[in-house]
C-alpha cells in the first residue's frame, strides 16, 4: 500500500482534491476524488495477458451508483442496488469516449475502471469526477495512455459563463455543457441549450478547455510522484506483400465498388469483392491479414476522395445533405407520428400521451425524482439487414434515446401549461449513419402531430472530419455509416431556427482544435436549416388539440387542507372517484388536481365530485341534495359529496308534518338552505326556507307535495291526513 497523499486545486472557486494510497491498494492504481461533498472511488485492474484473437480496444467502464451515497436506502422488494440506472450508463459513455481515442488501438489487455460514487451532496455532479479519476489511474499507471485529460461543465446564467455550476443552478442554465480535454486539444463535447447561438456554445468550449489545463497540471503532479514507466505497445503495420497483391486484383474493382451512390450498397459490393480477395489470396496469406490491409486500402481510397478531390464517394459535395422526405400521421389510432427519411437512413417515431402519475419515477443520486419527458431508442438488426438478437438496450441505445430527449427538451411546453407524460419511442428503420439525428428529426415531427404545443420544430445534423498531412482536413455535411466508420470525427449537432438545443462531439484523434470545432457547428447550422425547410413544409406547427385517442387533462386547484379530504382515509374516497368516472386523478403537494380521460363527461363528473369535496358549506346557502337518513325527528341531506345535514322534521315543509316519511324518503332529492353551522361543525339545513321563497306557480302546473318538484311550489295541495303532534315534552330528537 502507498503511502496516502492528496493533491489539490480550485476550480470554479471550490477545491477539486485527488487522494491516493489510502483506498483499494490490491488494484492496478486507485484514486478518489472530491470536489464540495460529492467523492468517487476509480479503480483500474488491467490483465497481465493480452486477449486471444481480440481485434479491439477493450476498455470497459463500469459506474456503481449506491445510494447510501446520499442517505436512501433503495426501492423495490430486495433494497439493493440492480441494474445500473440510464444515468449511470450515460456517465459511463462519457467517461469511456474521451479516454479511448488516448489509448492505443493496438492495445489488446484488459483495461477495466469501476466508478464508485461514496458520497454525492446533490450539488456537484460526480460525472466529470469520473472522468477526472478515471484520467488519473490511467496516467499513473503503466498503461501507454496519452493523457492526462480532464472534463469540466459549464453553464451559462444571466449571460455569463459558469463554470462547474451547481446542480440547482443548471435549473437556470441555458446550457449545460460537459468539455473534456488534453493539454493541446480537445477530445469529447457533451451539450444540451436551450436555442443558444454558435458564437456562445463556441465561447464555452475555449472557457471549458482553459479550466482543463489546471486539473491535466494537477494529474501531471500526481504523475511526478506515483507514476509507472509506460510500457511499449506492439505496432501494427501492413503487409507489403499482401498490400501490393491486393493492388493487383483490386483496384479497378474497389473503384466500383465505392461509386456506388448508396450506402447498403457499397458494403454489400466491399463484402463480395472481400470473399473473392479471400478465396484467391487465402493460400498464399493470413485472411486476418488480407482483411487488414483491404480495410486499410478503403480507408485510404476514401480520404483520398475527400482530401485531393474534395469529393465523397457517393458523389456528393462536403456540405450537401443526402434526399429528404418527410411525412405525419401513419399510424391511426396513436396519439401522434412521424417519419424522416434522409437517404437510406429512415425513423418512424411515435408519440404517446398520458397522466402525469405515468412520470417515470428516478431513483437516483441527482436532485430529480421523477422525469416526464421520455425517449426511447430502439435499433433492431433488420435497420441493417442483419441477423440479430433482440435483447434489452445497450449502452448505444440508451446514449441515443437520451441525446434525442436533451434536445428536444428546450421546445416542449411547461408543465403546467400541458400537464400530460409524453413518450417518444424512435423505431429505427433503415440506417446508413447518423439515425440518431434522423431520430430528433422525426420525434419533432410526431409532436407536432400529436398536438403538443412545442415552440419550434428541431431538426439535428451528424458532421464528420478527415485529416490528412501538413494540416489538411475536411468537414463533412450528413455523413453516412462508411464515412463515419474511416473518418476521423462524428460530431452531432441538433437545434431550431434560432439557436443549439443539443451537441455530441466524439473523435478518433487525440483531439481536435477549436477552429475545427467552430468551423463544423457553422457548417452544420447551414445543413440544420436546409432540413428545418423541408420539414416545416410537412408540418408548420403544433396541431390544435391533441388525438382524440389522446386523454384529455383537466386542472383545477384546491385548498391544501383539502387534500387530505380528496384522498380520503387510505386513499378510500379518490379511488372511488376513479372508479366511478374512469378518469385519472392526480394532486400535487400545492393542491393541483389534473384529472385525465377522452371522456370529456367523465371528466366533468370527476371535477364536480372533487368540487363538491372542497367546497366550503356557507350559512345561506342554498344546495341540492339527496336524503340519506331517516330519524323521527327529521331527515339526514347529503349537500356536498361527503357532507351531511340535518333537516328537522319542523323544517321539512311550510306545513305541520306528522311523519317525516309522509314528506321525504331515502334517495329523494330536494332543495335545502343551510340555517347553521354549530360550534362542533353540525349543520342545520332547512326546507321550509327554500319553499317559502319560492314564487307561486300555475294552478295548471301545481304538482303534489310528495312529487320529485314539490320544491319547487309554494301553495300546496290537498295535505295528507294529520296526526295530532305528541306533547311538546315528548317529542324525540
Not at 384546491?558 to 384522498?567: C, M
Request: hydrophobic letters at 40%; proline letters at 5%; charged letters at 25%.
Amino acid at each position: 500500500m502507498l503511502n496516502s497523499q492528496s493533491f489539490s486545486c480550485q476550480v470554479g472557486g471550490r477545491d477539486i482534491i485527488i487522494e491516493t494510497g489510502k483506498l483499494a491498494g490490491q488494484a492496478t492504481a486507485a484514486v478518489t476524488v472530491r470536489y464540495g461533498d460529492t467523492v468517487v472511488l476509480v479503480t483500474l485492474c488491467v490483465s497481465d495477458k493480452p486477449r486471444e484473437g481480440g481485434d479491439f480496444l477493450p476498455l470497459t467502464v463500469d459506474y456503481e451508483e449506491r445510494l447510501y451515497a446520499v442517505g436512501k436506502i433503495p426501492g423495490g422488494f430486495i433494497r439493493r442496488e440492480g441494474r445500473p440506472s440510464q444515468e449511470a450508463t450515460l456517465v459511463c459513455r462519457l467517461t469511456d469516449r474521451p479516454l479511448r481515442p488516448l489509448l492505443p488501438k493496438e492495445w489488446r489487455n484488459d483495461i477495466q475502471l469501476v466508478i464508485t460514487v461514496l458520497s454525492a451532496d446533490q450539488e456537484n455532479d460526480p460525472d466529470i469526477l469520473a472522468v477526472i479519476g478515471s484520467s488519473a489511474v490511467l496516467t499513473m499507471s503503466a498503461v501507454p495512455f496519452q493523457g492526462p485529460v480532464s472534463a469540466v461543465r459549464v453553464g451559462y446564467i444571466n449571460d455569463r459563463l459558469v463554470l462547474n455550476p451547481t446542480l440547482a443552478q443548471l435549473g437556470d442554465s441555458r446550457l449545460d455543457l460537459v468539455v473534456a480535454s488534453t493539454k493541446d486539444a480537445i477530445v469529447m463535447i457533451e451539450a444540451g441549450a436551450g436555442e443558444a447561438s454558435e458564437d456562445i456554445l463556441i465561447q464555452a468550449i475555449q472557457f471549458g478547455h482553459e479550466a482543463n489545463q489546471d486539473i491535466i497540471k494537477l494529474q501531471e503532479r500526481l504523475q511526478r510522484a506515483y507514476g509507472k514507466p509506460k510500457v511499449a505497445v506492439p505496432v501494427s503495420s501492413v503487409n507489403p506483400e499482401v498490400a501490393a497483391a491486393i493492388s493487383a486484383i483490386a483496384n479497378e474493382k474497389l473503384s466500383q465498388a465505392l461509386s456506388h451512390s448508396e450506402g447498403s450498397q457499397h458494403e454489400q459490393a466491399l463484402s463480395e469483392l472481400k470473399k473473392e480477395l479471400i478465396e484467391r489470396m487465402g493460400d498464399s496469406f493470413p485472411e486476418k491479414e488480407i482483411l487488414s490491409a483491404f480495410d486499410a486500402r478503403v480507408g485510404a481510397e476514401i480520404r483520398a476522395s475527400l482530401l485531393d478531390r474534395r469529393r465523397r464517394i457517393s458523389g456528393r459535395s462536403l456540405t450537401e445533405v443526402r434526399p429528404l422526405s418527410c411525412e405525419v400521421g401513419l399510424l391511426p389510432r396513436t396519439h401522434g407520428s412521424g417519419l424522416f427519411t434522409r437517404g437510406q437512413t429512415q425513423v418512424l417515431t411515435i408519440t404517446t400521451l398520458g397522466p402525469t402519475k405515468k412520470e417515470q419515477q428516478l431513483d437516483g443520486l441527482g436532485i430529480e425524482e421523477t422525469k416526464r419527458f421520455i425517449h426511447h431508442y430502439n435499433f433492431p438488426g433488420f435497420s441493417t439487414g442483419e441477423v440479430r438478437r433482440i435483447g434489452t438496450p445497450g449502452r448505444r441505445e440508451i446514449g441515443h434515446g437520451a441525446l434525442v430527449e436533451r434536445s428536444l427538451e428546450p421546445v416542449l411546453p411547461k408543465d403546467e401549461d400541458f400537464p400530460y407524460t409524453i413518450r417518444l419511442v424512435s423505431e429505427v428503420l433503415s440506417s446508413s449513419g447518423s439515425t440518431s439525428m434522423a431520430s430528433i428529426c422525426a420525434s419533432s415531427l410526431s409532436l407536432m402531430d400529436a398536438g403538443i404545443p412545442v415552440k419550434k420544430a428541431v431538426a439535428g445534423i451528424a458532421m464528420g472530419l478527415v485529416t490528412g498531412d501538413e494540416g489538411n482536413y475536411a468537414i463533412l455535411t450528413d455523413i453516412e455509416g462508411i464515412e463515419d466508420n474511416y473518418g476521423d470525427m462524428d460530431f452531432k449537432v441538433a437545434g431550431t431556427t434560432e439557436g443549439i438545443t443539443g451537441v455530441q462531439m466524439d473523435t478518433k484523434l487525440k483531439g481536435i482544435s477549436l477552429e475545427v470545432v467552430a468551423k463544423t457547428l457553422n457548417q452544420a447550422r447551414e445543413a440544420r436549416l436546409f432540413i428545418l425547410d423541408t420539414m416545416n413544409r410537412t408540418i408548420a406547427s403544433s396541431r390544435p388539440e391533441v388525438s382524440r385517442y389522446a386523454p384529455r387533462m383537466y386542472k383545477l386547484t384546491i385548498s391544501t387542507d383539502k387534500i387530505g379530504t380528496v384522498i380520503g382515509p387510505g386513499g378510500k374516497t379518490i379511488r372511488a372517484i376513479v372508479e366511478e368516472t374512469k378518469t385519472t386523478v392526480d394532486i400535487n403537494n400545492d393542491g393541483t388536481v389534473l384529472i385525465g380521460s377522452p371522456d370529456e363527461a367523465a371528466a366533468r363528473r370527476a371535477i364536480e365530485i372533487i368540487e363538491g369535496l372542497t367546497r366550503e358549506v356557507e350559512i345561506g346557502g342554498i344546495y341540492p341534495g339527496k336524503v340519506t337518513r331517516l330519524m323521527n325527528f327529521g331527515a339526514f341531506v347529503e349537500i356536498l359529496p361527503g357532507k351531511e345535514g340535518l333537516v328537522h322534521i319542523s323544517e321539512l315543509a311550510d306545513f305541520r308534518v306528522a311523519s317525516v316519511e309522509d314528506v321525504v324518503k331515502v334517495g329523494d332529492e330536494i332543495t335545502v338552505k343551510v340555517i347553521e353551522i354549530d360550534n362542533m361543525g353540525r349543520i342545520n339545513l332547512s326546507r321550509r326556507a327554500v319553499l317559502e321563497k319560492v314564487p307561486p306557480i300555475s294552478e295548471d302546473k301545481e304538482k303534489d307535495a310528495l312529487s320529485p318538484d314539490y320544491p319547487f311550489r309554494t301553495q300546496p295541495a290537498a295535505r295528507p291526513p294529520q296526526r295530532p303532534y305528541p306533547p311538546r315534552n315528548k317529542r324525540r330528537f
